[in-house]
């Protein structure tokens, strides 16, 4: 083992950051505060598999203090191509479809809708007047039965639901 | 949109006065209207103690204490705790025992152990981890934060001594 000595490595030295930390004075990102700082509130999915029929936001719209309230419908069209987000080949659509839910929800808790208003409560206040039709569909909510004959499928052209074969 | 009520309070010893909507929770009051970030936000539902302050003589989780209660109490938070820039003996024994990283919960555990220190100075290993067992660390793990606490009770021992 060497018994070098160096400046940094083997002692304990004080974070540089700590004296801030332990006083409240280090400034983490939800600690500023901008002029015309919105809130966003998004509402998900409460079933596992559904489709959804209709999407009602006239009443959060016009709720005060809103600023906007996106779902799927405000997207462009997407381009069938594939992308790399960081974790390998996506279709583009897929991605699309994981931040907001097009015509169906894939799972329990899968984003919907989106509401962006000039505080948190206001965006939380007015997610909860935004009307959506479900369709609950059957689900399969473990790896044995999403892959088990006759299993409900997520996507129409991905039989079994299946994403991949992978040997190695 | 409700309308704002006056609150008037005593923070860290400063005579204060803010408006809040009657729903806004104290932490709220802290950090977006009176600008003491120092106090956390984790989970906002009174499980993780991030946001631990003290009102009057307790020890509150500021997440489900209402603005308006701070009516005529005495709200101590992290900034309350150093004098100056004379750090708090727990302060200091954080730093020197690397008790935190990302710093999160470092607000409210302070706050914590500060109160059990000042209600019983030389408490057992049990009686801390019993009396910060409601505030939750994910970074550091505890022994680290447990040394620190009894640290600084040493220190104020001899202090004392």
């Known amino acids: ?168 | 949109m409700h309308a704002k009520v006056r609150v008037q309070t005593t923070i860290n010893g400063d005579q204060t006065e803010f408006l809040c909507e009657p729903r806004q929770s104290l932490l709220e009051c802290l950090r977006d209207v009176l600008g003491l970030t120092g106090t956390k936000e984790g989970c906002n539902d009174g499980n993780c103690g991030a946001c631990t302050v003290m009102l009057d003589d307790r020890v509150v989780t500021s997440c489900l204490v209402l603005g308006v209660e701070a009516e005529g109490a005495r709200i101590t938070t992290i900034e309350g705790i150093s004098k100056g820039n004379e750090l708090h003996p727990l302060q200091r024994s954080f730093l020197e025992n690397a008790a935190l990283q990302c710093g999160i919960c470092t607000p409210g555990f302070i706050v914590a152990a500060k109160a059990l220190l000042d209600h019983e100075p030389n408490p057992t290993e049990d009686q801390i981890r019993l009396w910060l067992a409601n505030n939750l660390c994910r970074c550091t793990g505890y022994d680290k934060i447990i040394h620190a606490v009894q640290q600084a009770a040493a220190h104020s021992q001899e202090v004392r001594a």
């Open chain 1, 1 to 168: 083992m060497s018994t070098q000595q160096y400046t940094i490595v083997g002692t304990r030295p004080i974070r540089h950051d700590g004296a801030d930390k332990v006083t409240g004075r280090a400034q983490y990102g939800a600690d500023f505060q901008m002029a015309g700082l919105l809130f966003g509130h998004v509402l998900r999915s409460p079933h596992a598999h559904a489709r959804i029929k209709r999407i009602d936001t006239s009443k959060a719209e016009k709720f005060p203090g809103v600023k906007a309230v996106l779902t799927a419908a405000d997207f462009p069209p997407t381009p069938e191509r594939m992308v790399d987000l960081g974790e390998g080949d996506t279709p583009l659509s897929y991605a699309r479809g994981n931040v907001l839910a097009g015509g169906k929800a894939l799972y329990r808790g899968h984003a919907v809708a989106a509401v962006a208003a000039v505080n948190a409560h206001v965006a939380e206040e007015a997610a909860g007047l935004i009307e959506v039709e479900y369709e609950v569909l059957p689900a399969a909510v473990d790896l044995a039965a999403a892959i088990s004959p006759g299993a409900p499928l997520l996507y129409d052209d991905v039989p079994n639901n299946l994403c991949c074969n992978w040997s190695g």
